[in-house]
């Protein structure tokens, strides 16, 4: 069973907006820092975004800031981000991760499966 669950994805025009959800399968993962990254073919996985289990420090790429936000409900648990005035350059499966602080190098990280992303031009 997929621990995480990513929704929201789909086609959207360039300067537009989506919402990524990301829902706890199963578990809470209280604790957890939450983190978004992105893949396209051919590249390596890419960092986007990260917050923490008490919603305080995001932190962003230097590619999304100003356009993406993360935000966290604790009481659901779903993890969102927000994505706006999105390029074609965002374009990519996103996935969210669940990493426990104590483990920074991300080697006990729980997965989602992906969610596709495509901005046209």
């Known amino acids: 069973q997929v621990p995480l669950v990513e929704s929201g994805g789909g086609l959207v025009q360039a300067g537009g907006s989506l919402r990524l959800s990301c829902a706890a399968r199963?578990?809470?993962?209280?604790?957890?820092?939450i983190h978004w990254f992105r893949q396209t073919p051919g590249k390596e996985r890419e960092f986007v975004a990260a917050?923490?289990?008490?919603?305080?420090?995001?932190l962003y790429a230097d590619s999304v800031k100003g356009r993406f936000a993360i935000s966290r409900d604790n009481t659901k648990p779903t993890v969102y981000l927000q994505m706006n005035s999105l390029k074609p350059e965002d374009t990519a499966v996103y996935y969210c991760?669940?990493?426990?602080?104590?483990?920074?190098?991300?080697?006990?990280?729980?997965w989602g499966q992906g969610i596709q992303v495509t901005v046209s031009s």
């Open positions: 917050i923490r289990w008490k919603g305080d420090e995001p």
């Open positions: 199963g578990r809470t993962f209280s604790g957890f820092d």
């Open positions: 991760a669940a990493r426990n602080p104590y483990i920074p190098s991300g080697s006990g990280d729980y």
